[in-house]
């Protein structure tokens, strides 16, 4: 009976051991994806990715294909992320349909993304000829020259308006009637000078 009992604690202490092995296996994988996950949520998605990189290899699991997709999509990778995206929506048997609505999602936005850069990276047409007198227009014409302001004209004095020599005209032929009709300027009443007729 002590053979058997020995036999009996040999398997023990050997379940016991494989039994410790596998929950050191098992306990590795949750604290190394843990660490990927900070670094995912610190912004270091190049580490990350390294480490879901490395969880999916040993695990085949395809939860850490869409952890790589992310990965890829924040370092703005489309190429990568459309293929890990895809390859999890193919492996992955129990997405529920809220989960795959998202990665389809993701999928498109990198789809936008590669298409925007394609177009930005496009080459664009030669800009068209332009002809001479297009690029060196000239002197504007004439009538379209910009002069600058005249000075506004000083007030013409009293002398130079035409009605003050209407007035003088006027003035100057009223005195002459007026003397002439007074007989200063040979009227009929003017006295003729001695020696001369009048009549």
């Known amino acids: 009976m002590y053979p058997r009992q020995g036999l009996s604690a040999g398997v023990l202490v050997a379940l016991t051991i494989a039994m410790t092995g596998a929950g050191a296996a098992e306990a590795a994988p949750n604290r190394r994806e843990l660490q990927a996950r900070q670094e995912f949520a610190a912004g270091r998605y190049a580490a990350a990715l390294e480490m879901f990189a490395q969880l999916y290899a040993e695990t085949l ?27 999890y929506l193919a492996k992955a048997k129990d997405v529920k349909p809220s989960e795959r609505q998202e990665v389809e999602g993701f999928i498109r936005d990198m789809e936008e993304l590669k298409r925007k ?30 002069r600058p302001p005249q000075p506004a004209p000083e007030p013409t004095p ?24 007074s007989g200063a300027l040979g009227g009929k009443n003017a006295k003729c000078p001695s020696g001369v007729s009048c009549q």
């Open 158 to 181: 009293v002398y130079g308006r035409w009605w003050f020599w209407a007035i003088v005209g006027g003035a100057v032929v009223a005195g002459s009637a007026a003397l002439w009709a």
């Open 61 to 87: 699991h395809p939860t850490y294909l869409r952890n790589i997709g992310r990965c890829h999509q924040e370092l703005g990778d489309p190429d990568k992320a459309i293929a890990s995206f895809r390859q």
């Open 117 to 146: 850069r394609e177009e930005a990276s496009a080459p664009k047409p030669p800009p068209r000829p332009v002809s001479l007198a297009a690029r060196d227009p000239g002197p504007p014409p004439p009538d379209v020259v910009t």
